[in-house]
């Protein structure tokens, strides 16, 4: 079964703090995500990456950086948060042979006050 | 990328069978079509993938119509563990910026 682990999974903050969101996978894909989803929005692509080093701008960027370091390992920043970020995120991979099959982690709960 | 069109919600009984519907008026032959469900406090899951004609997994059914602008998940036996909201999702097989509507959101009744 295909793993994909976040951290932290409830984070509160406050207007202009700096906050690093977490992801891990142990599938050994290639592509990772991080999502947002608000209600009334369904999901909406932040930022993805294909591989170590490598960062594509998704739907709604504005606000949030990205880093993947590892093949494993890719990071959410938001480095002056804002209430309008208050969301629930969430991290996902996949595979280079079938990137329509995604594989979500449990969510990170953000509240920015 | 396709547009999907879902119903916001439906409705069923335990026990009953559950088709979700969704139009891709617009699919390109490139494209696929992608079904997740989600429910509360997870991330979302995939179920069943498919081209075209009709697919069938331990966990639900997928019929394309013939001209592939319309498909249909089918849960067959639905529970209250199936509540959830469904995501009927176009892209291309290597198409890595999946969008997720809105969905149909299924509420099952004892």
């Known amino acids: 079964e295909a793993a994909v682990t976040q951290s932290p999974r409830n984070k509160v903050t406050v207007t202009g703090g700096n906050v690093t969101l977490s992801c891990r996978q142990t599938?050994?894909?290639?592509?990772m995500y991080w999502y947002r989803q608000d209600t009334g929005h369904g999901l909406r692509l932040i930022h993805y990456?294909?591989?170590?080093?490598?960062?594509q701008i998704g739907d709604v960027p504005d606000g949030y950086k990205a880093t993947r370091t590892t093949q494993e390992d890719f990071f959410l920043l938001l480095e002056l948060a804002s209430p309008s970020q208050t969301s629930l995120y969430f991290c996902?991979?996949?595979?280079?042979?079938?990137?329509?099959?995604?594989?979500f982690g449990e969510g990170s709960k953000l509240t920015v006050l | 990328l396709a547009k999907t069109t879902q119903p916001p919600s439906m409705e069923a009984y335990e026990g009953q069978e559950v088709n979700v519907s969704c139009s891709h008026t617009?699919?390109?032959?490139?494209?696929?079509i992608y079904w997740y469900r989600q429910v509360p406090h997870q991330g979302p899951q995939f179920i069943i993938q498919?081209?075209?004609d009709y697919v069938v997994n331990e966990v639900a059914s997928l019929f394309i119509s013939a001209d592939r602008k319309l498909s249909t998940l089918s849960l067959p036996w639905v529970s209250l563990r199936d509540a959830a909201v469904y995501y009927c999702?176009?892209?291309?097989?290597?198409?890595?910026?999946?969008?997720f509507g809105t969905g149909t959101s299924l509420l099952v009744d004892p």
């Open positions: 617009n699919i390109a032959t490139s494209e696929y």
């Open positions: 599938n050994s894909h290639n592509y």
């Open positions: 999702i176009v892209t291309g097989y290597m198409g890595y910026k999946l969008t």
């Open positions: 996902a991979s996949s595979d280079t042979t079938n990137t329509g099959q995604l594989y």
């Open positions: 498919g081209y075209k």
């Open positions: 990456s294909y591989g170590a080093g490598n960062l």
